[in-house]
């Protein structure tokens, strides 16, 4: 429990600077190398050092992956995702159970089970920054082109005009209110 909340804290606080996919993609990375770092623990404190990582890492990247996940999908499904997700890490629990039952070597179901993350920082590189956090941070450039992309990709290239004028307007509007 001790490193969730220690990551939950260091990568709330870095993803607000550097951004949520930043932090996301390292959190993956630092979970599949950290969790492959256990595997080869040559020892205890090694091994108890490594564990405390890996968690940090846990949490950076179920914050970060929430956040964005809520705000790339439409409001009508963000609480079908929710929930899905929750089923899926529900679901991977008697996977473990299976996985452990079949690799009866500590170190080889450590690896099993870190090995998937380095699947996930990879597909990470295509997802999209978050484009409120680009709009707080002022790279409304970057964020048009962002919402641009996720507006061709939902097929809604047409029915709005985005422009960088409008995103400023639409800024402006929210930070008075």
Same mark, same amino acid.
């Given at each position: 429990?001790?490193?969730?909340?220690?990551?939950?804290?260091?990568?709330?606080?870095?993803?607000?600077?550097?951004?949520?996919?930043?932090?996301?993609?390292?959190?993956?990375?630092?979970?599949?190398?950290?969790?492959?770092?256990?595997?080869?623990?040559?020892?205890?404190?090694?091994?108890?050092?490594?564990?405390?990582?890996?968690?940090?890492?846990?949490?950076?990247?179920? /914050?970060?992956?929430?956040?964005?996940?809520?705000?790339?999908?439409?409001?009508?499904?963000?609480?079908?995702?929710?929930?899905?997700?929750?089923?899926?890490?529900?679901?991977?629990?008697?996977?473990?159970?299976?996985?452990?039952?079949?690799?009866?070597?500590?170190?080889?179901?450590? /690896?099993?089970?870190?090995?998937?993350?380095?699947?996930?920082?990879?597909?990470?590189?295509?997802?999209?920054?978050?484009?409120?956090?680009?709009?707080?941070?002022?790279?409304?450039?970057?964020?048009?082109?962002?919402?641009?992309?996720?507006?061709?990709?939902?097929?809604?290239?047409?029915?709005?005009?985005?422009?960088?004028?409008? /995103?400023?307007?639409?800024? /402006?509007?929210?930070?008075?209110?």
């Amino acid at each position: 429990a001790l490193p969730i909340c220690v990551g939950a804290f260091v990568s709330g606080s870095l993803a607000d600077r550097f951004g949520r996919r930043t932090i996301l993609l390292w959190s993956f990375l630092q979970v599949a190398g950290m969790g492959t770092g256990v595997a080869f623990a040559p020892n205890l404190v090694a091994y108890c050092i490594l564990r405390f990582l890996t968690g940090m890492g846990i949490s950076g990247f179920i /914050l970060n992956d929430l956040s964005l996940s809520q705000e790339w999908i439409p409001s009508k499904f963000r609480a079908m995702v929710v929930t899905s997700s929750a089923y899926i890490v529900t679901f991977g629990q008697p996977i473990l159970a299976g996985m452990a039952y079949w690799l009866r070597e500590w170190r080889w179901l450590q /690896l099993a089970s870190s090995a998937p993350f380095f699947i996930f920082f990879l597909y990470t590189w295509w997802l999209p920054e978050s484009a409120r956090w680009l709009i707080v941070n002022n790279k409304m450039d970057t964020a048009l082109k962002q919402l641009k992309r996720v507006s061709n990709f939902n097929g809604k290239n047409k029915e709005h005009a985005l422009s960088l004028e409008m /995103l400023k307007l639409e800024t /402006l509007k929210d930070r008075k209110s």
